[in-house]
């Protein structure tokens, strides 16, 4: 066994996301649904230790629902980057889950971008912003807004993204009801309830006349009509939280997760435990921006 004290070592943090908007246009010829998404990243985020090593790519997760093979994103993230750039340096990362797997919150997009930016400075590769962000696409269309963080517009597939004015907000609670959601079914649904041609591709705008600061009270989410129509206690979710207090409440991503804004900290506590005495997973957060996600990622 290799002593994984002495190796290099890179501690990363892995954020979750929310949508504060996700507006699904039409399914493309590739089978992808063309949106425009408003991401944020927010507080609750997965610890990733990853360090190198002379042999294979090895994954470690403290979650017994992750997969530590193949399949698991993090694992192809390296292994791509490797076939990218031809290193033969091997990798053993580390995840500490905190993120609920299949929650709308981006979880495994997240550990796959910030593994990008460890292996790039542990293996002291040369490679250019424009192959990594490439790479991140070919990962998933999540995973290119997590190598830029905090409030973001996604466009094409969710994979192009641009900051935007960034957002803040103290108190969101996010709520999940215990069941994953896949977010595969979620789109296919969303396309058997709609025209399968759209009018034209719209261009984006913002949704409120105030621009992105009205965003947490003017978070929307297309792929509710859907998911809730299959899953009911999202919907119910949704209504607790608005009954406890909260001054809006919507589905994260393809879900189940739904965040919850509220205006201030005892609210927010007071829901939180009624969601909790209903078994509900929860956490508190508040928003991330892009230059605290990026001071604080790689620290
Ligand atoms: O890109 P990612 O692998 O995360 O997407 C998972 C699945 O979600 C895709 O295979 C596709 O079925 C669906 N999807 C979609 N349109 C998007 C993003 C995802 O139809 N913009």
Redesign the pocket.
């Known amino acids: 066994m290799p002593d994984y004290e002495k190796l290099p070592l890179i501690q990363i943090k892995s954020y979750a996301k929310v949508n504060w908007t996700l507006d ?1 246009l039409f ?2 010829e590739d ?5 425009r998404t408003v991401y944020q990243t927010v507080s609750l985020h997965d610890e990733l230790r990853v360090s190198e090593t002379n042999s294979d790519i090895e994954i470690v997760c403290n979650d017994p629902e992750v997969p530590c093979d193949e399949t698991n994103l993090a694992f192809k993230a390296a292994l791509l980057l490797g076939e990218a750039t031809g290193t033969s340096k091997g990798a053993r990362i580390e995840i500490e889950k905190r993120i609920p797997v299949a929650a709308g919150l981006g979880g495994g ?1 997240s550990n796959a971008a910030v593994t990008l930016l460890a292996l790039v400075k542990l293996w002291r590769l040369e490679i250019g912003q424009h192959e990594i962000a490439r790479i991140a696409a070919a ?5 290119p807004f997590f190598l830029i963080g905090g409030t973001a517009m996604g466009v ?4 192009q993204v641009h900051p935007v004015e960034q957002v803040s907000c103290e108190h969101l609670l996010l709520v999940n009801p215990g069941f994953a959601v896949s ?2 079914d ?3 649904g969303y ?1 058997r309830l709609t025209r399968p041609e759209p009018a034209s591709i719209m261009p984006f705008t913002l949704p409120t006349a105030n621009g992105v600061r009205e965003l947490p009270l003017a978070a929307r989410n297309d792929l509710e009509e859907v998911v809730l129509a299959s899953y009911p206690e999202i919907a119910e979710v949704k209504r607790r939280l608005i009954a406890a207090g909260a001054g809006h409440a919507v589905m994260s991503g ?1 879900g189940a997760t739904v965040f919850g804004v509220f205006d201030n900290s005892q609210v927010t506590e007071r829901a939180e435990s009624e969601m909790r005495a209903l078994g509900y997973w929860t956490e508190r957060v508040r928003t991330v921006d892009q230059q605290e996600y990026q001071a604080t990622i790689l620290s």
Do not use: I
């Not at 089978?31 to 949106?35: I, M, S, V």
């Not at 990962?139 to 995973?143: E, H, I, M, Q």
């Not at 094409?156 to 994979?159: D, W």
């Open positions: 699904v399914k493309r089978g992808y649904h063309e949106l997009s990962l998933g269309s999540d995973v094409g597939r969710g994979e977010t595969r979620a789109y296919e396309s393809s």
